[in-house]
């Protein structure tokens, strides 16, 4: 069975400072990996999802994941962070033959300005 | 394109009373999930569907928790009788299945509060 690990429950960082939510997951077969963000009283939207081919994904907000199978970590990164990013991050896993996801316990991230 | 529609936003209701959640899928998508989320316990998952057939229900806490799945387009999550511990929200979410990647997408929740 798969399981992911955030270690971070909180990370507090400065307007435009870089950021980096860590990320490492557990299965004995191949995975899908998955950021999803949260923002206040919203449900969580897909921010970045690694499949296969290219191990840094990255989208149009900035942000980027790097999936590093020999660490098993899926690390997201964003080089600067503005004050609209302040949302929950969670980090998610699949097993490539299941429909099954499973998720972290989240990563909040606040800006300070 | 509509999302993963969940109804009602919000409800609150007194202890005892039953508690019906409703969920429509993505269109075409086979796979379907009910999860639950406090400060407490994060986001769990409570059943997941593929092809309106429950596969994993492990999740479900207690008999008071049932869910069905009696086409592609809707789902209930049913609470009898409801609890305190079950104020919650309660997300639906919808997936085409490991076809195309498992990406899920989530509804907007259901805000449920039993006092």
């Known amino acids: 069975a798969q399981s992911v690990t955030q270690l971070d429950s909180q990370v507090p960082v400065f307007e435009e400072a870089p950021v980096e939510l860590r990320c490492n997951y557990s299965?004995?077969?191949?995975?899908?990996l998955f950021w999803y963000v949260q923002y206040p009283n919203q449900g969580l939207q897909l921010l970045l999802k690694?499949?296969?081919?290219?191990?840094l994904v990255k989208d149009i907000n900035g942000f980027e994941a790097e999936f590093n199978k020999s660490q098993t970590s899926f690390h997201l990164r964003k080089p600067s962070v503005h004050i609209s990013d302040t949302a929950e991050y969670f980090c998610?896993?699949?097993?490539?033959?299941?429909?099954?996801?499973?998720f972290g316990s989240g990563t909040r991230l606040s800006i300070r300005p | 394109d509509a999302g993963v529609i969940q109804s009602p936003r919000h409800e609150v209701t007194e202890m005892g009373q039953e508690v019906t959640l409703r969920c429509k899928p993505i269109?075409?998508?086979?796979?379907l999930f009910w999860y639950r989320q406090t400060m407490m316990r994060g986001l769990e998952l409570l059943i997941y569907?593929?092809?309106?057939?429950?596969?994993?229900d492990s999740g479900m806490p207690e008999d008071r928790f049932s869910a069905k799945m009696p086409n592609a387009s809707f789902s209930t999550l049913k609470i009898q009788p409801s609890e305190p511990r079950d104020s919650a929200v309660y997300f639906c979410?919808?997936?085409?299945?490991?076809?195309?990647?498992?990406?899920?997408?989530f509804g907007e929740g259901s805000w449920l509060t039993v006092v």
């Open positions: 979410a919808s997936s085409l299945g490991p076809n195309s990647g498992n990406t899920i997408y």
């Open positions: 299965s004995s077969v191949s995975v899908y």
């Open positions: 690694y499949l296969s081919g290219s191990t």
């Open positions: 998610a896993v699949s097993e490539l033959i299941a429909s099954k996801i499973s």
């Open positions: 269109s075409g998508h086979n796979s």
């Open positions: 569907f593929n092809n309106n057939v429950p596969i994993d």
